[in-house]
C-alpha cells in the first residue's frame, strides 16, 4: 500500500483559499517532435519509465473518465495494469458505474496526471473486455486481502454502513483463509482502452505547453499508422 503523507492544517481551516491566485511556472526543455517515438506506445514507454524513475508515487494512477447512455460524465482514478500495442488495461467491477457507463458507451479518455514533471498523458479510445483468462491470471496474482475485497464489495452500489462492508469482508475472508484459492467474481474483470488518439503535453513557460498528439489513421488496410499533430497549448 502506498505511503500517504499527513495533510498539514491550515492556518485557518475556515478561511477559503483562493486557486486564482496560486500559478506554477513550468520550467522545462519541450516536447519536439523530433524527439517523439515513432508510436504513441514507444512515447508512453519511455515516459513511463522517466515518470516511475522520478520518484513520482503511483505512476500508473489515472483518471478514467466515461459518460452514460444519455452523454453525462462521471471520472475517477484507477490504476493501470497493463500496455501494450493493443491498448492500456485496467480492471474493475464490471457492475460498478464506470462499468455500466462502458456497457452502454464504450468511448472512455485516461489521463495520466503527472504534475511534478509537468506532463500529462490524455488517452482517447474505445474499452473492450480483455479475455477471461487475463483476468484470472491478474485476479490471481493480486494479494489475498485484494483478491477477497473484490469478492466482498458489490462496487458503486449503496450500503447502509461501513459495518455491513467490513462483516461480508470477514464473512469470506473466514471462507477462503490465506493460502487458499479465492474464486474470480463473475462480474470482475479487465477492460483494455483501444486508443485512437494520445496526447503528450508538456509544460511550457506562460502558458504556452507543448502538446502533441497521435491520431490513428482512418480507412480501411490503415493498420497500426499514426500521424502526428500539434495542437495549441
Request: with cysteine; proline share 9%.
Amino acid at each position: 500500500m502506498s505511503h500517504v503523507s499527513p495533510v498539514p492544517p491550515a492556518e485557518d481551516p475556515d478561511s477559503p483559499l483562493d486557486p486564482a491566485v496560486m500559478r506554477a511556472q513550468y520550467r522545462t526543455s519541450g516536447l519536439r517532435e523530433q524527439d517523439l517515438a515513432e508510436d504513441p506506445y514507444r512515447q508512453f514507454a519511455r515516459w513511463f519509465a522517466e515518470a516511475t524513475a522520478s520518484g513520482l508515487e503511483e505512476p500508473n494512477a489515472m483518471v478514467v473518465s466515461t459518460a452514460d447512455a444519455g452523454g453525462r460524465p462521471s471520472s475517477r482514478t484507477v490504476l493501470l495494469k497493463a500496455y501494450d500495442e493493443r491498448g492500456f488495461v485496467f480492471f474493475t467491477n464490471y457492475g460498478s458505474r464506470k462499468g455500466l457507463e462502458i456497457a452502454a458507451n464504450p468511448y472512455v479518455s485516461l489521463l495520466f496526471p503527472w504534475h511534478p514533471l509537468a506532463r500529462q498523458v490524455i488517452v482517447a479510445g474505445r474499452a473492450e473486455r480483455v479475455a477471461p483468462e487475463e483476468t484470472a491470471a491478474y485476479f490471481h496474482s493480486r494479494p489475498h486481502g485484494s483478491q477477497v475485497g473484490a469478492l466482498a464489495s458489490a462496487q458503486s452500489t449503496v450500503v447502509g454502513s461501513r459495518e455491513e462492508i467490513d462483516a461480508a469482508y470477514a464473512r469470506l475472508a473466514a471462507r477462503y483463509p490465506e493460502g487458499t484459492e479465492v474464486p474470480v467474481p463473475t462480474e470482475w474483470g479487465g477492460l483494455r482502452v483501444v486508443p485512437e488518439s494520445v496526447e503528450f503535453w508538456q509544460g511550457r513557460e506562460n502558458r504556452l505547453h507543448d502538446r502533441l498528439r497521435f491520431v490513428r489513421a482512418a480507412g480501411p488496410g490503415q493498420g497500426e499508422e499514426w500521424r502526428v499533430e500539434r495542437l495549441c497549448p
